[in-house]
């Protein structure tokens, strides 16, 4: 099972063709040769070509095993990195990643990730995405949040559509009208409207992230996983919900929404002269090129690649942005957390089966002995070791949970690198409530990895 993330889906494309800002005149040209040319694999670049665009290439490698030519890039004025892979794919492929560790459960991470989508600088539409939904020929569109970054990925065959699908993606999250806006943060977090109908009467509480959370912290298996994770990471970014709790989303002011903003965008000239402190919504925490990566890959020119980029990152200056993840610093003793979990009225009245309703998981975090990264080498020996002891129905672990009768369930998946430090959960759900009965489930885990 792969870490919780929260995400949510807006689709769309423009209908109408981008407007060159300002593009160096030799990538302009370049580009134009690379599309005129009519090849199956666009035109690589050399590294002349991209330190004269601005960029320092940090590396470049033939991947022969997928028939692309990847290079890493470093936009020189903001530090921003892009990754650039030249194949023959013709659904081809953008992503704008941001470092977006929250301090809390307000789920101001994952609100961000939808608010962005509701209108830009260039495209002030309430709903854009869902406006662009009929025009769009995307194969993949989408926005997510994970525990530690916000990632906003899209493809397309078509080229003008795609071209257009990373101009909107690029203008939504380095300039959204959210910033400016507290009507997008009452919509997209939370806000109070009537219980029923219009008029007079009781007010309840709602807003897209807040119901699609309240979902999630009403399912059990999510919320177990929630709790292993924050219980295993309880000193780091780890510790907190970055989809939010129904219970701390209403603590989100706009003050807190804007400022998050604001105090990552530190403008050197004077008010009202850059192009930062106009009247056009400021960039901000998850926004910033410095707290950038992106993704490009399949057959479109690279050099357009660079020219749309470099549209929006010439518009910023490198900032320090303090993102970083302190590491989890190992526990000296095992730790037992409890938790319980609302049980539907369908099943109030309803006799416990044999197996209960608990679920166990035992959850380990994976790191040196000092606390620090494992290395690739040792990571890639936890990948293998957790294919034997998971993979397949008779891999020892999960057919000894399976044999054991303990419980309905396998749950937990094992192996988990996404996060800094990498985990390892297991264990059953429908297991008895009994102490004894939980114990068990440990001790056939234990067993197993001990021999």
């Avoid at 892009?82 to 929250?102: G, H, Q, R, Y």
Wanted: proline share 8%.
């Amino acid at each position: 099972m792969r870490v919780p993330m929260h995400a949510y889906r807006r689709f769309g494309a423009l209908a109408q063709h981008l407007r060159p800002r300002s593009p160096q005149r030799a990538l302009a040209q370049q580009a134009a040769a690379a599309a005129d040319a009519d090849t199956e694999v666009a035109q690589e670049l050399s590294v002349a070509d991209y330190e004269a665009a601005g960029f320092d290439v940090l590396r470049q490698e033939t991947i022969v095993e997928m028939a692309s030519e990847a290079t890493l890039l470093r936009h020189r004025a903001t530090g921003a990195e892009i990754m650039s892979v030249v194949n023959d794919d013709e659904n081809k492929s953008f992503s704008a990643l941001f470092k977006t560790p929250p301090k809390d459960s307000t789920g101001i991470a994952h609100i961000l990730e939808h608010s962005v989508l509701c209108g830009s600088r260039d495209y002030p539409l309430k709903e854009p995405f869902v406006e662009l939904l009929k025009s769009s020929q995307q194969t993949f569109l989408n926005a997510m949040t994970y525990p530690d970054r916000t990632v906003y990925p899209v493809a397309s065959c078509n080229l003008a559509d795609f071209y257009n699908l990373v101009d909107v993606y690029l203008n939504a999250v380095f300039f959204p009208r959210a910033a400016e806006d507290p009507l997008v943060l009452a919509q997209e977090g939370w806000h109070y409207e009537p219980a029923e109908g219009e008029g007079e009467g009781p007010l309840r509480m709602s807003g897209v992230v807040y119901n699609e959370m309240k979902g999630v912290y009403s399912d059990p298996d999510s919320v177990m996983m929630n709790v292993a994770i924050q219980a295993l990471s309880p000193d780091n970014t780890y510790g907190v919900d970055s989809g939010g709790d129904p219970a701390v989303i209403p603590q989100l002011t706009f003050d807190h929404f804007r400022d998050t903003w604001a105090e990552w965008c530190e403008c050197p000239a004077p008010p009202n002269t850059h192009p930062l402190c106009s009247d056009s919504p400021r960039p901000g925490l998850a926004d910033h090129p410095s707290n950038s990566r992106f993704w490009f890959a399949g057959n479109d020119p690279p050099a357009e690649r660079l020219r749309i980029i470099n549209k929006y990152l010439s518009e910023f200056d490198a900032r320090p942005i303090d993102t970083e993840i302190a590491f989890q610093q190992p526990m000296m003793q095992p730790q037992v957390v409890r938790k319980g979990y609302e049980v539907g009225q369908e099943e109030e009245g309803e006799e416990p089966d044999s197996q209960g309703r608990a679920m166990v998981l035992v959850s380990w975090m994976l790191h040196t002995s000092d606390g620090g990264r494992l290395d690739p080498e040792s990571s890639l020996a936890f990948e293998v070791l957790n294919s034997a002891l998971m993979g397949t129905p008779a891999a020892p672990l999960r057919k000894a949970l399976d044999d054991s009768n303990l419980g309905s369930q396998v749950i937990g998946g094992g192996l988990d690198d996404d996060l800094l430090q990498p985990f390892f959960m297991i264990g059953m759900k429908g297991v008895a409530e009994e102490d004894e009965a939980m114990q068990s489930v440990q001790q056939v885990v234990l067993d197993v990895l001990a021999h």
